[in-house]
């Protein structure tokens, strides 16, 4: 429920449809199923996908740990595809 949550804050985010699993200040975790929506056309897991996931564990990590009263917008991201991904993938973000 909290993952739609945030997908229907940021609806960009539900073309993974995400599992938030764990946040709190300083960490989040989160999970995405291999399934059809979130495959390249050979069959593994799309490099972007895996990135907006990051970006979303990232996200909610960083807004879970400012102060209240404070925002953030990112700057970039670096990301380096060292394999072919293949089944369900979790991202963890830390400070």
């Known amino acids: 429920l909290f993952s739609r949550a945030v997908c229907f804050k940021a609806p960009y985010f539900a073309s993974i449809a995400p599992r938030i699993t764990r946040l709190e200040h300083g960490r ?56 072919k991904a293949r089944g369900a993938l979790q991202a963890v973000a830390l400070p």
């Open 28 to 83: 989040c975790e989160g999970t995405l199923a291999d399934r059809r929506r979130v495959r390249n056309h050979i069959g593994t897991v799309h490099a972007i996908a895996m990135c907006n996931l990051a970006e979303l564990t990232a996200g909610l990590m960083v807004d879970a740990s400012l102060p209240k009263g404070m925002r953030w917008i990112p700057k970039g991201m670096q990301v380096q595809y060292l394999a």
